[in-house]
T-cell receptor
């Protein structure tokens, strides 16, 4: 099935650094979501975006809904060890709450 | 409040054997989803239930996969017979309805087919 393109695929950063990742699609979405998945667990919702151009924060996380509605960005400020995990974007269009997930960005934090 | 419960957490079987996964959603959640997650990829929807009705099963390989949610609460996903390519994590999620964005995921069942 279709998967959205996420970049970078993985990143290794120092604790305290800011992190940026993005997600692109060939299709338009009405909602963008960002999830985090820890090893052996299911994804957990971090941020939801509902309007083109919208900028939303959740603690140290900030996400933006791209103007074209075909992309979204996630920033993490001052990364800490518990930020380690895989971050997935997901787009939603139409009804039925059907989500199309991205390929994931794996974040590794060096102490 | 208890989250989505899945069992077993891990399953190893020989190819051509049948296997079943069980999911109990969050209490009161009418919508239940089964996802397939291959290694290094995001989840892909297999089937969505509204109460006991399967309303979207377009991605479910019906020749070998089946699912049921008889009383509109817990659900079972079955594969018969399993193939090597079925090795993956099977995630269950639930939401209050199809109109709310927050899908709550269970920990998944990791299937290995030998």
């Amino acid at each position: 099935g279709q998967q959205l393109n996420q970049s970078p695929q993985s990143m290794f950063i120092q604790e305290g650094e800011d992190v940026s990742m993005n997600c692109t699609s060939s299709s338009i979405f009405n909602t963008w979501l960002w999830y985090k998945q820890d090893p052996g667990e299911g994804p957990v919702l971090l941020i939801a975006l509902y309007k083109a151009g919208e900028l939303t924060s959740n603690g140290r996380l900030t996400a933006q809904f791209g103007i074209t509605r075909k992309d979204s960005f996630l920033n993490i400020s001052a990364s800490i060890p518990s930020d380690v995990g895989i971050y997935f974007c997901a787009g939603r269009s139409g009804g039925g709450n059907k989500l199309t997930f991205g390929t994931g960005t794996q974040l590794k934090v060096e102490l | 409040e208890a989250g989505v419960v899945q069992s077993p957490r891990y399953k190893i079987i020989e190819k051509k054997q049948p296997v079943a996964f069980w999911c109990n959603p969050i209490s009161g959640h009418n919508t239940l989803y089964w996802y397939l997650q291959n290694l290094g990829q995001g989840p892909e929807l297999l089937i969505r239930y509204e109460n006991e009705e399967a309303v979207d099963d377009s991605q479910l390989p019906k020749d070998r996969f089946s699912a049921e949610r008889l009383k509109g609460v817990d659900s079972t996903l079955k594969i018969q017979p399993a193939e090597l390519g079925d090795s993956a994590v099977y995630l269950c999620a639930s939401s209050l309805s199809s109109f709310t964005d927050t899908q709550y995921f269970g920990p998944g069942t990791r299937l290995t087919v030998l």
